[in-house]
């Protein structure tokens, strides 16, 4: 016996809305904010590095400023006031090893606005280039064309040499880098940094 083309237009309509719906519910899902934690680098995205503290947490703009040991209490004072300016939410930071002497990092701040982040972060580039030519280091910077609007440097002086790469997606700044001994047989390669921001991107991005 045949169905009612009327009845089967119906069973479709209610079909296709249910998976409609179900899309959209997979969609929301894919599209969940992370927590701070879960926007670090994870296992495997930086070849060879392992987690090697745990995580720390800075829930204000002086806290974390004042983990820097170098500034004066004049430029903390600075620093505190335009990160307050911006938004300032919070911060996560974790550090990773590969053997005995080469290290990594990674950290990710949350600011008030996407335009507060892309500020943050041309700030943020500007005071490592002034501070490490200063004291010696040969400062090269480079674009990351995997990544709208990343930047990065290499540094090398005083017998260390390092790689680093910033990055935005909406409110969060994101920095991953990694340090080494210029006397190192086997350092991390700038390609295989870059692989791990890219890595890293793809999975905060809109999240």
Known sequence: MSVPWRLMRSKLTVIVAVVGASLVLL??????????PARLLQAGEL???HADQGIARYGTAA???????????????AEVARLRREGFKGLAQRFY?????????????QLGSAAAARAELATTFDTFKVRDVAMGAAFTPYTVAAIPGARGFGLRGGGQAGENVFFTDGPFLY???VGWPTSAAKPPTRAALIAAATKLHARVRGR
């Open 27 to 36: 969609q929301v899902a894919a599209a969940a904010p992370l927590p701070l």
């Open 47 to 49: 070849s060879g590095f």
């Open 63 to 77: 806290l974390w400023v004042q983990a820097d040991p170098t500034l004066t209490p004049a430029q903390r004072t």
């Open 97 to 109: 090893a590969h053997g005995s002497t080469q290290e990594a990092v990674s950290w990710v701040m």
């Open 175 to 177: 920095l991953v880098g």
